[in-house]
């Protein structure tokens, strides 16, 4: 998906009109997340993998200049839904830990994390990503001639919703959007502030759509079907090999081949759509793979951390709870160094940080 190739400034002198604004968004927010997207048609120069790429939330702007001027809405039917004063993103039943299956001595991964029929899997994802301006809106390290004026740290909300049926119908929702957590420098003049709300304004619609058969993406199969996951053996070492003849076929260096695996595993895993013995596959071979750090956190969860190099030079992790195979948290944090190349913003400040809360529900709102 070349959402990116086609655009332009913020402010190239095109009326945004609300409507507009928010289609952008949620095209943006569903599309492939630019950065990583470009970087493995530069490096890797082989078919659209499938099952990654597909990340819910974090997709959008993590690279290159932010523009909502120029795109058009998604085919998929879309609704505008009034955004109510209280959070609508209730978390849904407390998922069991895992036991072994009942009257069997074989232990299913992930019990009680697959929906049943007519319930669904429930992904609720809330970003919080740091953008800056100078003209334009750009994530770093896309600046151009000039440093930043100034930095903002945004919130933004999505939903999906995955029948047990994945061919029937998905439920994606997106909004609010743009929300202000924190400017940098702190204390922004009333100028700059008004410079961030004409060009990145605030949004609290809550905008929604469908689409049969999974997310949308490349290539015939839809992104997260049932179809698509087929060709990749859930045996871990035998997904590793897989997974590393697809990307040896068309990687360019033996740093490609490590960067399209990461890309792979992180796509996959932070999506939180993939089926449990799908997840339970990739987290094996992600941890075969020995391209991750990894440790525990104080409450338990399994962290992994990966640093890549090629291009915009950045460190991604991923927070996964053991007892579910879920991602809780995703931030990506590029090398930035206090005070470098005019950045006000502080280096220990992640330029994206998503937290997940995954439930099986009953029903769609």
Do not use: C
Not at 172 to 192: H, I, K, L, M, T
Not at 308 to 319: C, G, K, M, P, Q
Request: no cysteine.
């Amino acid at each position: 998906m070349d959402v990116f190739e086609r655009v332009r400034d913020v402010n190239a002198g095109t009326s945004l009109t609300e409507d507009r604004i928010i289609a952008a968004r949620l095209r943006l927010l569903h599309g492939i997340d630019d950065s990583r997207s470009a970087e493995r048609k530069r490096l890797v120069k082989r078919p659209m993998f499938v099952i990654a790429g597909a990340v819910a939330g974090v997709a959008a702007v993590t690279a290159g200049v932010v523009v909502v001027s120029q795109l058009t809405a998604p085919a998929p039917r879309v609704e505008a839904i009034p955004a109510p004063t209280a959070d609508p993103r209730e978390p849904g039943q407390t998922i069991p830990k895992p036991e072994p299956t009942s009257g069997t001595t074989i232990t299913e991964p992930f019990p009680g994390t697959t929906p049943q029929a007519g319930q669904y899997l429930h992904v609720a994802n809330t970003t919080e990503r740091l953008l800056y301006r100078d003209g334009r809106i750009f994530s770093w390290p896309a600046h151009g001639d000039f440093p930043p004026i100034s930095g903002l740290l945004t919130r933004e909300r999505s939903q999906t919703y995955v029948p047990a049926d994945r061919s029937g119908d998905w439920y994606f929702e997106y909004g609010p959007s743009a929300e202000r957590v924190q400017f940098f420098p702190e204390d922004q003049w009333p100028a700059g502030e008004l410079a961030w709300d004409n060009q990145y304004p605030v949004s609290s619609e809550v905008t929604g759509y469908w689409n049969t058969g999974g997310q949308a993406g490349d290539g015939d199969l839809q992104t997260g079907s049932t179809a698509g996951y087929v060709a990749y053996p859930r045996d871990p070492q035998a997904l590793l090999d897989h997974l590393r003849t697809q990307v040896a076929a068309y990687a360019q260096s033996p740093e490609a081949v490590e960067d399209g695996l990461m890309e792979d595993f992180i796509g996959v895993l932070q999506s939180n759509i993939a089926p449990a013995d799908m997840r339970a596959a990739f987290l094996g071979a992600f941890e075969l793979s020995g391209l991750a750090q990894i440790d525990v956190t104080n409450d338990g969860k399994t962290r992994y951390q990966v640093h890549r190099s090629l291009f915009d030079a950045r460190t991604e992790t991923i927070v996964v709870d053991p007892a579910t195979g879920w991602v809780t948290e995703f931030t990506l944090r590029y090398d930035r160094t206090d005070g470098a190349e005019g950045d006000m913003v502080p280096a220990n400040i992640p330029d994206v940080r998503t937290t997940y809360a995954v439930s099986i529900v009953n029903s769609v709102p």
